[in-house]
């Protein structure tokens, strides 16, 4: 029996090159697929995962119905098992219950990717209506990780150098590279939970522990160790919010 099933996480988590896997497996055992993705940063019409894989794709625009699209190619003849759906977020909610009715009606897999929550935290619209109706959400093994070491849970949106909760839903970037020197004028961070909280990306950090002003604070608090991080931070006592700002 088909399924929709939801693969989540953050950003830089693995997702996109999961999606050309799950492509790449089942057209190896001669199910035929269709790949669509929305807005990926390398261009319309490709999916790319930063493993340097790419394939192309079909782009989702609003107007878009999977519903109608899926009947008349199956109409006209196609053969079509499985959808593989990345940037699933960008989806209208009325589009994935388009996908949820393929399953159902037509037998048809779906399986979509994107991440959870945007830059303030919030649900995607996509994502919100995957997680109303999939048959399974999957959390990615490969955890993203903050820059203290632990599992990222939240994607930091980084405007200028300055880490912003306001502005609009939907705009397309990159996370940086570590170490990297460019920096874009719009660029994203995986952080904990508790990071996010405190506005403390790994500039604002890197920053903290090399300003004199810090000094009579537990500077040990303030370092920027590379992760995996000390296995005693999660015991640290917690950074005053006034210092992350
Ligand atoms: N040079 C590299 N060597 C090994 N793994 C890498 C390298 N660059 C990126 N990755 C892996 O690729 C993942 C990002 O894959 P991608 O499919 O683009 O993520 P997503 O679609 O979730 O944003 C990273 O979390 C990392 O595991
Ligand atoms: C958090 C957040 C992200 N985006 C954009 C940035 C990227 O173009 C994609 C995510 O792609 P990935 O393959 O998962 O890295 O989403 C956005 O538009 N708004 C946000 O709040």
């Not at 849970?153 to 200028?160: L, P």
Request: proline share 5%; with cysteine; charged share 25%.
């Amino acid at each position: 029996m088909a399924e929709l099933v939801f693969f989540s996480g953050t950003m830089d988590c693995g997702k996109s090159t999961l999606a050309l896997q799950m492509d790449h497996n089942h057209a190896a055992r001669g199910r035929v697929g269709l790949i669509y993705t929305k807005l990926d940063r390398a261009g319309a019409n490709v999916l790319s995962s930063r493993l340097g894989l790419s394939r192309g794709s079909l782009e989702v625009g609003d107007d878009l119905d999977f519903w109608e699209s899926t009947v008349s190619r199956a109409t006209a003849g196609a053969r079509i098992d499985y959808l593989v759906c990345d940037e699933a977020q960008f989806y209208t909610a009325a589009q994935v219950d388009q996908l949820a009715r393929v399953v159902d009606e037509m037998d048809v897999d779906v399986f979509a990717f994107g991440i959870t929550t945007d830059f303030r935290t919030e649900l995607f619209p996509g994502s919100k209506r995957l997680i109303e109706l999939a048959d399974r959400v999957s959390v990615l093994q490969v955890e993203a990780l903050c820059w203290c070491g632990r599992r990222a849970t939240t994607n930091a949106r980084v405007v200028d150098g300055q880490m912003v909760v306001e502005g609009e839903q939907v705009v397309v970037g990159d996370t940086a590279p570590a170490g990297s020197e460019v920096v874009p004028e719009v660029e994203y961070e995986v952080l904990c939970r508790r990071h996010y909280m405190r506005r403390m990306t790994s500039h604002a950090a890197r920053a903290a522990s090399i300003s004199p002003e810090v000094l009579p604070f537990d500077l040990d608090v303030c370092a920027v160790p590379s992760p995996p991080a000390h296995p005693s931070e999660s015991t640290r006592p917690p950074l005053p919010i006034t210092q992350a700002d």
